[in-house]
């Protein structure tokens, strides 16, 4: 009964390697979302799909790539990965048009470069 | 300045004692705040809505002052169960997009 879920949990791979994370909701919800925590705790927003379309896209390198193939999963691929790639990745998900606005996240996946 | 900031702390209380926190934004255009609280190695989980007219959940209450664009969290009677990073996150704009402030490490002590 997972609402939201992530995979892997953890990946730990070199420098230069190119890497994809899998998001998956069950919520029903039509946005989703990714936001990278970095080692300082700072959470933030990355992108953001509403109905598989890009609504958000913050100034991050082109090496991230999102990809949305429906409203239900939203994935995130790593081209060229670099040591600040380092960071937890969350993916969340909420509902337009909903009155609290309440994104739900995902376990978050623990990305180490080396 | 940030967009949203917080005390990082940490706040070292003992159990039972009330412990408030402050957030302040800048984006005068913010339409929506709440509270989230994330534990330790865990995905944040909202906490509260926080309304002009301040609202309260059991031991916590939420207050948001546009004027001086503040929003404030109080804890009564703290429990050891209460220890963890609480999140101030400010909406703006349309399409949810919710910046967070890098969070008020609380800690609940016996």
């Known amino acids: 009964d997972t609402a939201v879920s992530q995979t892997p949990k953890y990946l730990v791979t070199q420098m230069g390697n190119d890497k994809s994370i899998k998001c998956e909701q069950n919520l029903g919800h039509d946005t989703m979302y990714w936001y990278k925590q970095d080692s300082k705790k700072f959470l933030k927003i990355m992108f953001s799909y509403n109905n598989k379309e890009l609504i958000i896209n913050e100034t991050v390198p082109n090496r991230f790539s999102p990809k949305s193939p429906d409203k239900a999963h939203l994935n995130l691929h790593i081209n060229s990965l670099e040591l600040g790639d380092s960071a937890v990745y969350f993916c969340?998900?909420?509902?337009?048009?909903?009155?609290?606005?309440?994104?739900?996240f995902g376990p978050g996946t623990r990305l180490t470069v080396t | 300045r940030k967009e949203v900031e917080q005390d990082p702390g940490p706040f070292n209380v003992p159990e039972g004692a009330t412990v408030a926190f402050n957030c302040t934004y800048s984006n005068s255009a913010s339409q929506s705040f709440f509270w989230y609280r994330q534990d330790c190695r865990k995905e944040p989980k909202l906490l509260m809505s926080?309304?002009?007219s301040g609202n309260e959940d059991g031991r916590f209450t939420a207050q948001l002052n546009r004027a001086s664009q503040y929003i404030s969290l109080l804890i009564r009677d703290s429990k050891l169960s209460d220890s963890a990073t609480y999140l101030c996150?400010?909406?703006?704009?349309?399409?949810?997009?919710?910046?967070f402030g890098t969070g008020t490490r609380l800690q609940v002590t016996l």
């Open positions: 969340a998900s909420s509902q337009t048009g909903s009155s609290s606005y309440e994104q739900y």
């Open positions: 926080v309304y002009s």
């Open positions: 996150v400010v909406e703006v704009g349309t399409a949810s997009k919710l910046t």
